[in-house]
């Protein structure tokens, strides 16, 4: 958390998901970093730290599960939110053994990742 | 994602239980279930019975560790306002029973759009039709003027096939990510049904709108099948392939389906199907 601003990293190779978050997020105060593909936003997490990620799982030609797995691995501390258009009840329970903070299925409202955000980052402050 | 299960004590409601349970366990949803009642003086005892029996049905389906809803404080609905009571309980995810008065239709719309819900689910009577106790079209008015998608469920059978029809208007992210989520919790294979007015310029936009959605799901490594319709041929195809498959049908605004399915074909197609109908928004 630099500045006391809360960072954010969105992985989802459609762009519009990205489009919608970014400028709300922002609005909100979060610094926001976007990616539509996982070789960037791996290269970017390997660069630098994020209080808070959020990845889509099923992305052509990279595995979310794999991504957020290298995320937890070099930061523990980082909140992971899986958004999944392809929801199961397996991946959502191998997401949280991974250490996921939370799990939602697409489609979903602004304001229910906005809520998950708000709590991911109450979670950090809190220590 | 969150749902809305309108439920009464009939049949048709109870058997779309496991359905229901599937999608929440699948997609970890904040759920509510509303009934809805005539009388506004106080919560019928036997319609709130009726909520905590399929709330613990709903529950049993999961086993205790993966069970993401938490247990009521109490079995007491507390009055939110007039005709209308609530009990909520919060685990990872929210698990909510309303108890409204007045009409099933209306009150569901209401619902919906207070909660700001994804997906409106409820079930649909049997052979005659798709009527609900004590009251006209329910099924029909919800997909109609609910603000969000709409699950009807006719019967609970396995269907291996979701055909959605879109035309050339545009389709919304939501209504794709929906899609993908009935045909991930189904494992069925998903066939795009393309519409085209025979006469005017739709063809084209209508052909774009196929290959960027063949491009969306190439890019997720999905196999879509692909169909391109006259809208003459829709509703014969339409009422043949209820039998065996799930039909989502994008009734968005500008949509050219919209106009070709009055709402008495919806009713006609509610009546005629054997799977379940999705519309979606």
């Known amino acids: 958390m630099s500045n006391g601003q809360t960072s954010i990293l969105i992985l989802d190779d459609e762009p519009i998901v990205s489009k919608r978050l970014k400028p709300s997020l922002e609005k909100k105060g979060y610094e926001v970093e976007t990616f539509t593909k996982g070789a960037d936003a791996l290269q970017r997490v390997r660069e630098r730290h994020f209080d808070i990620v959020v990845t889509d799982l099923k ?27 392809f929801a199961t009840m397996a991946t959502a329970k191998e997401s949280f053994n991974k250490g996921v903070f939370d799990f939602l299925a697409k489609p979903f409202k602004l304001g229910e990742i906005a809520e998950v955000i708000a709590k991911a980052e109450a979670k950090i402050k809190k220590g | ?209 196929m290959v960027e959605l063949l491009r969306y799901y190439n890019d997720l490594e999905i196999n879509v099948w692909v169909k391109l319709l006259n809208s003459e041929e829709v509703k014969p195809y339409v009422t043949n392939i209820s039998r065996e498959s799930i039909v989502a049908l994008w009734m968005g605004k500008e949509s050219l389906i919209k106009l070709l399915f009055s709402q008495s074909m919806v009713d006609k197609l509610l009546e005629t199907t054997q799977s379940s109908l999705l519309i979606l928004r």
Not at chain 2, 53 to 63: C, E, N, V
Not at chain 2, 79 to 108: C, N
């Open chain 2, 1 to 209: 994602m969150k749902i809305l299960v309108t439920l009464d004590a009939k049949n048709y409601s109870k058997n779309i239980l496991k359905d229901v349970a599937r999608l929440a366990g699948n997609t970890l949803a904040d759920v509510v279930f509303l009934g809805v009642q005539d009388d506004t003086a106080s919560p019928r005892q036997s319609l709130v019975n009726t909520l905590l029996k399929y709330q613990k049905d709903i529950y049993s389906y999961f086993s205790p560790d993966d069970l993401p809803y938490a247990e009521f404080s109490s079995d007491r609905l507390e009055e939110k306002g007039k005709g209308d009571w609530t009990i909520s309980a919060k685990g990872m995810k929210e698990f909510t029973l309303r108890i409204k008065s007045g009409s099933v239709a209306k009150q569901t719309i209401a619902v919906a759009e207070e909660m700001n819900c994804d997906l409106a689910v409820l079930g649909c009577g049997g052979k005659a039709g798709c009527e609900w106790d004590g009251e006209m079209n329910v099924p029909l008015r919800i997909a109609k003027d609910a603000p969000c998608s709409v699950l009807v469920i006719k019967q609970t059978k396995k269907t291996n096939q979701i055909v959605s029809i879109l035309d050339h208007s545009v389709v919304s992210q939501d209504s794709l990510e929906m899609i993908n989520q009935l045909v991930t919790l189904n494992e069925a294979g998903l066939k795009i049904v393309g519409v085209q007015k025979k006469k005017d310029g739709h063809k084209a936009e209508v052909e774009k709108r």
């Open chain 1, 59 to 85: 992305m052509e030609g990279v595995d979310g599960m794999q991504f957020l797995s290298e995320v937890k691995e070099k930061y523990p501390d980082t909140e992971v939110i899986v958004i999944t258009g």
